[in-house]
């Protein structure tokens, strides 16, 4: 919760433990009332129809796991500006996301985000090392860019090509600042547990792939972004697949068939999995010359559910217990968000023709957020009772 090094420093609040478990919480509720807005005709809340669901989940929830990863010990005034800054952002877009407060609010948190947490990844020298900062910052300045785009709306969230443009450029982002941070946080701990075991592991971070990632995709969103040019679409498919080429290579190489003890390495692998699986079925439908939304879901779903969902207990019972967390709840995650994302990848491009298996894949993420929200909260006492 708080650095021990000075008074100074100890009123110092961890991020994590305010923006993890309010991250949860959104998430748990934007999906089922996105879905019931439409299904049951009554169009509420406002801000979850149309692209304002992937608005949410973006911009709201994924910044927020940002803060809570990123930030560390704050002192209390900045972590409350940033944290009333953002709930602000939430509740005036779902209810009123036509406002011009709702559509300044949440761009105004991305850029403060982007002011506390980029800075922190400048000071080393390597630049693959300082490339987390750039890839928030490209995610911060995407809600920026929806903001701008969707100016121009005259009757709240109608479907449009630049902000569509937006999002499935927001999705890349998030694909490349999974593949960066989700490698740096697998690649040591899977190290550590076989060298526990007497089995060295020499592809641990694996630079070579690891620079060609981060070169591919950041080229993969431009192309993304630029797609009514004409190349641009089979481009940004071919650069896609060979991420996902990349990224299955990378895991193979870390002999994560020695982890069978640890099923908190092994969900971790698979949600990075599923951005392989992402970025795969992505660059297949670009091909195709067909709608990749559903197949994107596959990363927001299948890869963001099961990281971010992940990485927070792991931070959390590391933080309050200092041991990892049961295997009952890092196993129930895999199957839930798994169960999440084949029934949304398999509604297709008319999900809402589709009611049941839109219903199944949200009250899955659901399930898994609220129980990952309850845990932190648990966890928090915990931790504070421990303090006392």
């Not at 693959?128 to 969707?150: D, E, T, Y």
């Not at 109608?158 to 593949?179: F, H, K, W």
């Not at 190349?231 to 870390?254: D, H, K, N, Q």
Request: proline share 6%; hydrophobic share 55%; glycine share 8%.
């Amino acid at each position: 919760m708080t650095s021990d090094n000075s008074g100074k420093s100890r009123k110092n609040v961890h991020a994590f433990w305010l923006f993890f478990p309010a991250a949860a919480l959104l998430a748990a509720m934007v999906v089922p009332l996105s879905v019931h807005s439409v299904l049951s005709g009554s169009g509420w809340p406002p801000g979850f129809l149309g692209a304002g669901h992937g608005h949410e989940l973006i911009f709201g929830f994924a910044l927020a796991l940002i803060a809570g990863y990123t930030l560390g010990p704050q002192p209390r005034r900045v972590l409350v500006t940033l944290f009333l800054l953002w709930l602000l952002a939430r509740v005036t877009w779902m209810l009123a996301p036509g406002s011009f407060v709702a559509q300044l609010l949440s761009p105004a948190f991305a850029i403060l985000l982007a002011r506390y947490a980029v800075p922190r990844f400048q000071a080393a020298k390597k630049w693959r090392n300082r490339m987390a900062g750039p890839l928030i910052l490209v995610l911060c300045l995407l809600s920026l860019a929806f903001w701008l785009a969707n100016s121009s709306l005259t009757e709240g969230l109608q479907p449009m090509s630049e902000t569509r443009g937006v999002m499935m450029a927001a999705i890349v982002g998030l694909l490349m600042l999974m593949t960066f941070i989700g490698g740096r946080l697998i690649a040591p701990a899977v190290a550590g547990t076989l060298e526990k075991r007497g089995i060295p592991l020499a592809a641990r971070v694996q630079p070579q792939i690891e620079g060609a990632l981060l070169i591919i995709l950041p080229l993969a969103l431009v192309l993304i972004v630029l797609m009514f040019v004409p190349f641009a679409e089979p481009a940004a498919g071919l650069l896609l697949l060979v991420s996902a080429i990349l990224i299955v290579v990378r895991t193979t190489r870390w002999k994560l068939w020695h982890c069978a003890n640890r099923p908190d390495l092994l969900v971790l692998a698979l949600g990075y999995l599923w951005l392989a699986a992402g970025a795969g079925a992505t660059s297949f439908s670009l091909l195709q010359g067909t709608d990749p939304i559903p197949s994107m879901h596959l990363i927001t779903i299948g890869a963001l559910g099961t990281l971010s969902a992940s990485v927070m207990l792991r931070l959390a019972w590391q933080r309050a217990k200092k041991t990892t967390p049961p295997p009952w709840q890092v196993v129930g995650i895999a199957i839930g968000m798994t169960i999440a994302a084949l029934a949304r990848f398999a509604a297709g491009l008319t999900p809402f023709a589709k009611p049941g298996l839109l219903w199944l894949s949200a009250a899955s993420w659901s399930c898994i957020y609220f129980l990952v929200a309850f845990q932190l909260i648990a966890l928090f006492r915990h931790s504070q009772n421990h303090r006392k």
